[in-house]
């Protein structure tokens, strides 16, 4: 039978991909499913099952990951540095943006290495969007343009171009990531329509703002989830960079819009932050998605650590917040399939339900 390190060392060498692998071992659970293997036979483990409930992505597949990755930064630094010394500052992001497509043809397309894609990526959406700040500052000159004006195309200009790089480097490569930095690319090029438009909307409603900007990359990112429910396709791996995402762009103004900040913490505070963190946690489950509830364990700590402080004397409080904490993530993990399993069937989602991630009634041997 073929183990799971064999589909990873397939996936390395480019002969199949990570879509691929879990499309096959989605069929292999299947397969078990239907045929249950007899008792004590070795071979039935050979193959771990995986389901949405995992809510996998690739980050390292070897440590040759992490090597190569180490070299793409000790490539940028060296070019940086030489470009610095030649006195051509600005041909850095032009020479960053071909070596990120040429070891992307190399790293990412042939032999599929996931944290290197990323940071090539990365690296190439970023050079595009450093490039066009430096021909939108040209442009602004010329035209004169000063103050918050300059600020606002300027943030337009870079925040296109990275959006854009992104669309392209994904069109090539299909790297997941590129989702995510599409959309932090049109991010900014509203945050430089909106200062063009009156530079004191996002300083007086910042916190507003980046709620809505959060829940319209998290209804992207459920759309993309929605359209692949089972996550057999790389839809669904673009998905979790964009939940990643839009989760502190959520959590946070949603518990400043609630509380008015928790700078001055009181017991009302940290109980409704409470609740709101089991709200969050509800909205987690339901999606089967973890960000919403990473992203708000710092408020959850603060105001278990108040709560705590008010009845613990000493220094125990910092130490049972933290033992709390673990508890809860610990327990998250050990039990979010049987979590899902309870509660999940229970709500009235109606046809969404369908829509979601399957909730597995039974775990696999």
Request: proline residues 4%.
């Amino acid at each position: 039978m073929i183990r799971e390190e064999d589909l990873q060392a397939a996936v390395a060498e480019g002969i199949i991909d990570q879509a691929q692998v879990v499309r096959i071992a989605h069929l292999a659970r299947l397969r078990r499913e239907a045929a249950p293997a007899p008792a004590g036979d070795a071979s039935a483990e050979e193959v771990r099952p995986v389901d949405p409930d995992d809510e996998r992505f690739r980050l390292i597949g070897g440590f040759n990951d992490v090597f190569v990755t180490i070299g793409v930064g000790l490539l940028a630094s060296a070019l940086l540095g030489l470009t610095q010394l030649l006195g051509l500052g600005e041909a850095f992001a032009l020479t960053g943006l071909v070596v990120a497509w040429g070891l992307a043809e190399w790293f990412s397309r042939r032999m599929r290495l996931a944290l290197p894609s990323i940071a090539l990526a990365l690296m190439f959406a970023a050079a595009a969007g450093f490039l066009a700040l430096l021909a939108a500052d040209l442009l602004v000159q010329q035209a004169a343009i000063r103050g918050e004006a300059r600020q606002g195309w300027l943030l337009i200009g870079g925040g296109l171009a990275g959006a854009l790089a992104a669309g392209l480097h994904h069109w090539r490569f299909r790297v997941p990531i590129d989702a995510a930095i599409t959309a932090a690319g049109c991010v900014v090029v509203l945050a430089g329509l909106l200062t063009l438009v009156d530079p004191r909307l996002i300083e007086n409603h910042l916190t507003a703002l980046a709620f809505v900007v959060g829940v319209g990359i998290f209804l992207f990112a459920m759309r993309a989830d929605m359209s692949d429910p089972r996550r057999l396709t790389r839809r669904s791996d673009g998905a979790f960079w964009l939940h990643l995402l839009a989760a502190p762009l959520i959590v946070h103004p949603t518990i400043q819009l609630a509380t008015g900040g928790i700078g001055d913490i009181g017991t009302g505070k940290a109980l409704v932050v409470l609740a709101l963190f089991v709200l969050l946690g509800l909205v987690a489950l339901v999606i089967d998605r973890r960000a919403l509830i990473v992203s708000g364990l710092s408020y959850a700590g603060i105001a278990i650590a108040y709560l705590l402080a008010q009845r613990v004397e000493g220094g125990l409080g910092l130490p049972l917040t933290l033992l709390g904490l673990a508890v809860v993530v610990l327990g998250l993990s050990a039990g979010w399939r049987s979590l899902r399993t309870l509660i999940v069937p229970r709500l009235p989602l109606g046809a969404l339900a369908d829509r979601l991630p399957p909730v597995f009634l039974q775990s696999s041997p």
